[in-house]
């Protein structure tokens, strides 16, 4: 006998078990090299990011490609990660605002203790490391305060803003309605004054 209730407490039992390591893009499985120390191999990730990260002007966004390059010491304490990870940046320049793309490569090395020790920060678990953190902190820690989209970006044009790279030689005409000459003459003088500024 199997009644509807009975099948369906079947079914949520199964969902509760959840395994308490789930691997990642960012996880690499390392029970060949465990308690192996001299042991050494190497380790190639190519992924789409799973998650972005960094802030709402530059940062990692969510599917951009990723690929990290590791390589793989087993140590008497742990398993030594080093490499380096290649990632796009997205972002916006902050003179002109336009989209700034930005391929960077960051390198990080860690230990992954076998022991769960403060003195460690990362551990071996179920056998994997995970780089997931240390590739962010990496990434972070690299991203530009003011992405601008060239060195020698001349931001935007203060009076009618457009982008001042698109158009070199930009520049206002006086204007020759006579209706608005007087109130012309005013913002010219005004517009005089932010060009002195600015050079
Ligand atoms: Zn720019
Ligand atoms: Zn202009």
């Not at 990632?87 to 390198?107: H, M």
């Not at 056998?127 to 060195?151: G, K, Y």
């Not at 790279?165 to 005013?186: C, I, K, S, T």
Request: proline fraction near 6%; charge should be negative.
């Amino acid at each position: 006998m199997r009644g509807p209730g009975g099948v369906r407490e079947a079914a949520s039992v199964e969902l509760l078990l959840v395994p308490h390591f789930q691997t990642t893009p960012y996880t690499i499985a390392v029970y060949d090299l465990m308690h192996r120390p001299g042991e050494m191999r190497e380790k190639h990730l190519d992924f789409r990011v799973p998650e972005g990260y960094g802030n709402a002007v530059i940062g990692v966004r969510t599917d951009a490609p990723m690929r990290i390059d590791a390589r793989l010491e087993s140590l008497h304490d742990g398993i030594l990660v080093s490499g380096d990870v290649r990632t796009v940046i997205d972002g916006e320049c902050v003179r002109c605002l336009t989209d700034v793309k930005l391929a960077t490569k960051v390198e990080f090395q860690e230990l992954f203790a076998y022991s769960v020790d403060e003195a460690f920060d990362y551990t071996v678990r179920d056998d994997h490391v995970d780089l997931e953190p240390i590739v962010r902190d990496a990434v972070v820690l690299s991203l530009p305060f003011q992405p601008v989209c060239q060195e020698d970006c001349l931001g935007l044009c203060p009076e009618c803003g457009v982008r001042l790279l698109d158009n070199p030689g930009h520049e206002h005409e006086a204007r020759v309605d006579p209706r608005w000459a007087a109130l012309a003459g005013l913002e010219t003088l005004s517009d005089n004054e932010d060009t002195e500024e600015k050079r």
